[in-house]
């Protein structure tokens, strides 16, 4: 089961950059705002049709849920934002290694703090030298730039 996990996070990232690709032309286009905000409305529609079809009927209200929760909405208007304009700029390739290296180097303190509700997963050397691999190719793509 882990194993069909990862290689659906594996094509949810190779999604990303697809959008990516998509946003800085459309950014490009109709701006930077309009682009943002036709992604959130598409995807808000078709979260909207598959809660109708397979969301549980008697799941806890959203707004009994803390405040805080919510924060993850201000954050994707960020993250999309940024993709609509840097890609177009610095490229996909750049943007996504940028993209990650910012998500493990957070994502490792989360998991070893235990943040959020989540499971606490010790950083260990073995997680320290990925971050590292990443920094490295984020620094060789990178030298086109500085």
């Given at each position: 089961m882990q194993i069909l996990l990862i290689l659906f996070v594996v094509i949810g990232g190779a999604g990303l950059s697809v959008e990516a690709g998509l946003l800085g032309p459309l950014g490009h286009q109709v701006g930077h705002l309009w682009a943002t905000f036709s992604i959130f409305g598409?995807?808000?529609?078709?979260?909207f049709l598959l809660m109708l079809w397979f969301s549980p009927r008697k799941s806890p209200s959203i707004f009994k849920q803390p405040g805080w929760q919510l924060i993850g909405g201000l954050l994707g208007v960020g993250y999309v934002v940024i993709l609509t304009v840097a890609t177009p700029v610095i490229g996909i390739a750049m943007t996504m290694i940028g993209i990650l290296a910012g998500q493990v180097s957070k994502s490792l303190l989360i998991d070893h703090y235990g943040l959020f509700g989540t499971e606490q997963r010790v950083i260990n050397?073995?997680?320290?030298?990925?971050?590292?691999?990443?920094?490295?190719?984020?620094?060789f793509v990178a030298r086109e730039y500085i």
């Open positions: 598409v995807g808000a529609a078709l979260t050397k073995e997680r320290v030298i990925a971050l590292g691999f990443i920094v490295v190719a984020l620094i």
